[in-house]
Nanobody, 122 residues
Framework: QVQLVESGGGLAHTGGSLRLSCAAS????????MAWFRQAPGKEREFGAV????????LYAESVKGRFTISRDNAKNTVYLQMNSLKSEDPAVYYC???????????????WGQGTKVTVSS
């Protein structure tokens, strides 16, 4: 019921930054918890970060903690992922997800974007 469209992916250098955006539309989109997952070639989908529907709480994977920041602007129905200090293990397709549970499990989310590719050059 919630449609998600990611943008902001591209090429960055090691130590550089990117900001991903996810625009949500559809009925009751503002009451969903919003998360970012990523999937590298040959690997399973991996949790990155989640933010509560009202922005009061966040949870990060250890692999990105201290480097990535998730935020949301409910007035614009948009969630962001600020990615700093990019490393060689960060290249992947990044997916935005929405769900009713505040969770790090991909199966708890029922709405997904199409993904945006992040590439990091050495």
């Amino acid at each position: 019921q919630v449609q998600l469209v990611e943008s902001g992916g591209g090429l960055a250098h090691t130590g550089g930054s990117l900001r991903l955006s996810c625009a949500a539309s559809g009925r009751t989109s503002s009451v969903y918890h919003m998360a970012w997952f990523r999937q590298a070639p040959g690997k399973e989908r991996e949790f990155g970060a989640v933010i509560h529907w009202n922005g009061v709480g966040t949870l990060y994977a250890e692999s990105v903690k201290g480097r990535f920041t998730i935020s949301r602007d409910n007035a614009k129905n948009t969630v962001y992922l600020q990615m700093n200090s990019l490393k060689s293990e960060d290249p992947a397709v990044y997916y935005c997800a929405a769900g009713a549970r505040f969770s790090a499990k991909s199966t708890d989310y029922n709405s997904w974007g199409q993904g945006t590719k992040v590439t990091v050059s050495s």
